[in-house]
């Protein structure tokens, strides 16, 4: 064997190993990785297997890797390397994690938080920490005066914008600090474009409930009574429980634009690779491509490379639902036909 062939033998390997890790390390199962790069078994057991049964060229790891959304020649690392983007971004951040850890019991003991005032709850998060009111001024971009008012739980209310600088400060949930859902702890960034707002399910279906932007700028529900939905969308879903969301935002550009709708089916399997609807149990709601779970953790992209990928752990997901189709503004109707 020529040096050539032995060094293009050990990069075959190299990448076989590689393979086999990020399936091993990152898909629940083999076949949702298949499902992902629309591969098939054969070809990913002989290619993942070592050495590898089937050659393994650079070519075809390139391939591999714009599929699954991996890091440019992410195969040809050594092992224990990272696959994505957010690995290394996780990786730089440590040094800023949250100061306040993400818990099952809720922070403030037996009290319920959505009883509390946000400066209360402001009050209840940083005190334990010993955030001085200059230290606070700075990051909210306001008066010390102000800052001192907070610290004691009173003063004007806080803003959006300020609940998210002291999000990305000192990792207090910002949907918790206004409106006191979710846990205290930041768990993950979520400052997502798109906005869906439920409008109908499958067969001309009414809505009785929607999700929309709130004036704090967090995701709330608003029920409605039945038949007062807000119109329907004419789809031939088989699922009996499909139901729509007009999407604002361009998170999901261009394969999905603002203003259309997308068809969700509550009862079909989510695969790896296929678009969802999640919402999370602090009241979130979005509309992502779902990439793959491991470890406990849900891990979602946008189309649109500006946002980046977001991730939930088991106990934060409320519901995530398969989106069947995108579909066109003017399929909307406002009222059911008298036909129906």
Known sequence: ?????????????????????????????????????????????????????????????????QQAGLLANSLEADVGSPFYQHEI??????????????SSADATGTI??????????????????????ETLAGVAKVGADIASQWLAGEGPELSLMQAVSLQNTYGVNSVWLLKGKGDPGVAVRYNDEFRPKDVVGNKLIPVVGMAQLGDNGHWSDLEYPVGHGHGYVDFPSRDKNAYALQCEGDSMSPRIEAGEFVIVEPNTPVKPGKN????????????????????????????????????????EIEKMHFIRAIVDADSWVPDVPESI
């Not at 293009?8 to 399936?23: Q, S, V, W």
């Not at 390390?25 to 050495?51: C, H, K, W």
């Not at 996780?90 to 306040?100: F, N, R, T």
């Not at 319920?112 to 009111?133: E, F, H, W, Y």
């Open 112 to 133: 319920d938080a959505s009883s509390l005032t946000p400066n209360q709850r402001l009050k209840a998060a940083l005190a334990p920490i010993g955030v001085s009111a």
């Open 89 to 102: 971004d996780s990786a730089k951040s440590d040094e800023k994690a949250p100061v306040i850890q993400p």
């Open 276 to 315: 969802v609807m999640l919402r999370s149990k602090d009241g979130r709601v979005m509309v992502k491509k779902f990439l793959y779970q491991a470890a406990g953790r849900t891990y979602l992209i946008s189309i649109n490379k500006a946002h980046p990928p977001i991730s939930f752990g088991e106990e």
């Open 1 to 65: 064997m020529t040096e050539t062939d032995q060094l293009r033998k050990e990069a075959a390997t190299r990448r076989a190993a590689r393979l086999d890790e990020l399936i091993r390390t990152r898909f629940e199962r083999q076949a949702d990785f298949i499902s992902l790069i629309d591969g098939n078994q054969g070809e990913v057991s002989a290619l993942s297997s070592i050495p590898p049964k089937k050659s393994f060229g650079a070519v075809k790891a390139r391939k591999i890797e």
